[in-house]
């Protein structure tokens, strides 16, 4: 990952130990998934500075709207000041887009 250099050194909590049964336990991992399309309504929120963003191709994959092939009734929100955790940095914003979008598929 680019954002976190190689010789950065593990948090104390987390061992070589731990990261190597990690690795083994995902690397290759199939989740049997054939057809990944997402086929309820979604909604994404994103803060502008979400680290994620800087993933290779990750911003023009969402902005785009290629992801949108996979998940094609997406509704995209982008957080001026937010970032990975807009949850906690605006709790409320975030309440409120989330009862804004279930409203819209309430059923009376």
Known sequence: MDLVPLSAPLPPWFSDEDLQAYASLTLGMDCGIR???VTAPS???????????KFAGMEDYIRSGAVKQFVPDLEIVFLEDGNHFSQEKVPEKI????IGFLDKYKKN
Request: negative net charge; without cysteine.
């Open 95 to 98: 309440n409120e887009l989330i």
């Open 35 to 37: 057809d990944p399309k």
């Open 43 to 53: 909604l994404l929120v994103m803060g502008e500075k979400d680290y994620v963003l």
